[in-house]
């Protein structure tokens, strides 16, 4: 039995297009863009070439916006603490909605420790945030407000052009975090009306050890990390051009494919979702239409998250969960708490996160697979045993 | 030397658990952990002339939680009571060839519900 890769949200395999574009970076220009001498300029063209596609694929202003960071995390936390600290005079209030990122939390979470007024955004249970809350929490001193594009673990597309408008209404400014919905769904930030955005290069089928911050025209924020000045000033450090060549054009090819894939990929999640459905006591969770259409996710009773995983790794296939038994911290996902689930319901999660190997001939044994995993733990576990009576 | 992921062990038993199910009217029952933490575990014994000579276990949990469960109903059985509850997380982990670090104490519960079920034997049998 072959392998079935269905967890994209945690890593993806890079694009061989992308790795045949970007290796000459890694060997012949693998000069430092900072060098003036050929060997330099050759390494700093493909990061300047980078920029341009990746500006192209978000639709930004000009390539200037683009800053390249050596991960989504990093671009998370300069977006949050650069932007908080660089306008301190303006106001020193944050929020981020409950599902974001624990790149965009723990960074909010210092803030609060450092005098920031921190305030966290509800969501109900499909995951959607609360846009008559985010009016009421808006006030002047309200500096950055962080809201993700869509959620990793449940799926949900938020209404990111509402949330822009509201929070423009008061003069603040918007992060959002795209890693998830980049690729999958179009982003335009000058039409969504976003100040900052985070995208990262794996998620794109680009090598890891890149990511991106944009950062509009206009909109101030101060470096996190200091050193030699690159990214004009606002992210030293020298450039992983290997990385960077590579997410560029990862970006220019899924923005040329995106809209076919995903019309591809949209019934194969469809079918995972109705078979899996027909478990007894299985709940999908986030939003039933407003959600990415590579994502799949779910929740069964009476069984626990990391036990799924693993035995449904013996099927070869290889699935996410938000159990705490999973996690380095061994708590249950924040983001199944905020929708409104118990701690033990949290811990039975299983996320399906689809790509360009998943093929409509999957969903068989995949649903096979489940149906049996979920049998088998519930066999083992003494909660199931009042609900079979 | 830090091991990645389980163990060949852990995985055995994960995979095909020994002594699964219930027995009715137990002479000692023990039950541990809560679902809210994600592990429970409670383990039945049959006893004669102070000998474990049925065992049996069902666990809501993780994968370390599953085998553990499997291995210390393997370790106790065919026991002296008095021996068995001697019988400690560390044995139940080196048995098991070790667990990952975080999962020591979370997930290795066990030998206390083992525990719990010889006290619970001993209990009734003091009332009878």
């Known amino acids: 039995m072959s392998r079935i890769y269905l967890d994209h949200a945690s890593a993806m395999p890079v694009d061989p297009q992308v ?10 220009s693998f000069g430092n863009p900072s060098s003036l001498h050929s060997v330099g300029l050759e390494a700093k063209r493909a990061v300047e070439d980078s920029r341009r596609k990746i500006a192209e694929f978000i639709h930004a202003e000009n390539e200037s916006t683009i800053l390249f960071t050596g991960s989504a995390t990093e671009a998370n936390n300069l977006a949050v603490k650069g932007t908080a600290l660089r306008n301190i005079t303006q106001g020193k209030a944050v929020v981020a909605s409950a599902i974001e990122h624990m790149s ?45 594009y869509a959620n990793n673990e449940i799926g949900t597309i938020e209404p990111i052009r509402e949330v822009s408008k509201l929070v423009h209404e008061k003069g603040v400014y918007l992060h959002v975090d795209a890693v998830a919905a980049a690729g999958r769904i179009p982003i335009d930030v000058q039409k969504d009306g976003i100040d900052l955005l985070t995208l990262s290069s794996n998620d794109l089928y680009g090598p890891q050890g890149a990511g991106v911050l944009y950062v509009k025209p206009g909109v101030r924020i101060q470096s996190v990390q200091l050193g030699g000045g690159q990214e004009r000033g606002l992210r030293s450090g020298t450039e992983n051009v290997f990385a960077i060549a590579g997410m560029g054009e990862a970006a220019r090819i899924m923005q040329q494919e995106m809209k076919q894939e995903s019309s591809r990929l949209l019934p194969i999640r469809d079918s995972l979702i109705k078979e899996i459905l027909k478990i007894d006591q299985s709940y999908l969770t986030g939003h039933p239409t407003r959600r990415l259409p590579h994502h799949a996710s779910f929740r069964f009773s009476y069984i626990e998250g990391e036990s799924i995983l693993l035995n449904m790794d013996m099927f070869e296939i290889q699935v996410s969960t938000g159990s705490a038994c999973s996690s380095k911290t061994l708590e249950p996902s924040h983001v199944l708490l905020a929708i409104g689930l118990k701690h033990e319901e949290a811990h039975g999660s299983m996320v399906l996160t689809l790509g360009r190997s998943t093929i409509m001939d999957d969903v068989e044994p995949v649903s096979k697979a489940t149906y049996e995993t979920v049998e088998r733990l519930r066999k083992l576990s003494p909660m199931s045993q009042e609900w079979r009576k | 030397m830090a ?23 137990p002479d ?54 008095d021996e068995a509850i001697k019988i ?41």
């Open chain 1, 19 to 28: 790795f045949e574009f970007a290796k000459p970076y890694l060997m012949q």
């Open chain 1, 104 to 148: 965009v939390l723990n960074p909010m979470k210092e803030l609060q420790k450092n005098g920031f007024i921190y305030t966290s955004l509800p969501v109900d249970s499909t995951g959607m945030v609360d846009l008559k809350k985010l009016e009421t929490i808006l006030s002047k001193n309200m500096v950055l407000t962080s809201i993700m």
């Open chain 2, 3 to 25: 091991t990645v992921g389980y163990s060949k062990k852990v995985m055995e038993h994960f995979l095909n658990p020994h002594n699964v199910g219930v027995i009715e009217n």
């Open chain 2, 28 to 81: 000692g029952y023990g039950k541990v952990g809560n679902p809210v933490c994600g592990d429970v575990m409670e383990i039945f014994i049959k006893v004669k002339d102070e000998k474990i000579t049925d065992i049996k276990f069902r666990t809501f949990g993780c994968g370390s939680a599953i085998a553990t469960s499997s291995m210390v109903t393997d370790l106790a059985k065919g026991k002296h009571v």
């Open chain 2, 88 to 128: 400690t997380r560390g044995d139940v982990a080196n048995e098991l060839d070790g667990l990952p670090a975080q999962k020591m104490h979370c997930s290795n519960l066990a030998a206390d519900a083992l525990h719990e079920a010889i006290k619970d034997y001993k209990n009734k049998k003091q009332q009878k």
